[in-house]
């Protein structure tokens, strides 16, 4: 019952790609609390990895509302799953500037780099394709080919395993 507990439930069941029953449990927790802003958050990441992402850009807009700008990676993802690329690149870039070196380097989180080149690219911008790849490339050495990122991307990154990701990269110029 506690809600510390629950959450830490629907995380665990989400780390292991249990997203229908993380979201069972972020919806009872909102049921409790509607402005208990980890449990939307949680709510959003399962609806993204259920390929439900109009649902889950509401969530994320509310939690954006609420000042969370930690919730940009995942609003970047969201808006990727939609097509809408325009507002995919512009959180994308948002979010790695406000990432260290470190967190650009973790394949959870720095994942987000990989959204804002394939944003880019499918919005036909090459050059800040190649520029945002190039910032990618500095910041994981060694992580150059498709076959190599997707090795290096964590599941449990928004867009892991989401093969329209890859097909940006690929007009972004990143070889098979």
Same mark, same amino acid.
């Given at each position: 019952?506690?809600?510390?507990?629950?959450?830490?439930? =629907?995380?665990?069941?989400?780390?292991? !790609?249990?997203?229908?029953e993380?979201? &069972?449990?972020?919806?009872?927790?909102?049921k409790?609390? +509607?402005?208990?802003?980890? *449990?939307?958050?949680?709510?959003?990441?399962d609806?993204?990895?259920?390929?439900?992402?109009q649902?889950a #850009?509401? *969530?994320v807009n509310?939690l954006?509302?609420?000042?969370?700008?930690?919730?940009l990676?995942l609003?970047? *993802?969201v808006?990727?799953q #939609? !097509?809408?690329?325009e507002?995919?690149?512009?959180?994308?870039?948002?979010?790695?500037?406000? &990432?260290d070196?470190?967190s650009?380097?973790? +394949?959870?989180l720095? =994942?987000? *780099? #990989?959204?804002?080149?394939?944003?880019? !690219?499918? #919005?036909g911008?090459?050059?800040?394709?190649?520029s945002a790849?190039?910032?990618?490339?500095a !910041?994981?050495p060694g992580?150059?080919?498709?076959?190599?990122?997707?090795?290096?991307?964590?599941?449990?990154?928004?867009?892991?395993?989401y093969e +329209? &990701?890859?097909e940006?990269?690929?007009q972004?110029?990143? +070889?098979d």
């Open positions: 019952e506690s809600p510390n507990m629950l959450g830490l439930k =629907a995380q665990l069941f989400a780390l292991r !790609a249990r997203y229908e993380s979201l &069972l449990i972020a919806d009872s927790m909102l409790r609390d +509607p402005e208990d802003s980890s *449990a939307l958050a949680t709510r959003a990441y609806l993204l990895k259920l390929g439900r992402p649902e #850009l509401t *969530a509310e954006l509302e609420r000042g969370l700008e930690e919730m990676p609003a970047a *993802a808006h990727y #939609l !097509a809408h690329f507002p995919a690149a512009q959180m994308a870039r948002k979010a790695i500037t406000k &990432l070196s470190d650009l380097g973790n +394949p959870r720095g =994942a987000v *780099a #990989l959204t804002l080149v394939a944003a880019e !690219a499918r #919005l911008h090459l050059s800040r394709a190649k790849l190039a910032d990618f490339n !910041a994981v992580v150059r080919t498709l076959s190599a990122i997707r090795k290096w991307v964590h599941p449990g990154a928004d867009l892991a395993g +329209p &990701l890859f940006g990269l690929r972004a110029g990143v +070889p």
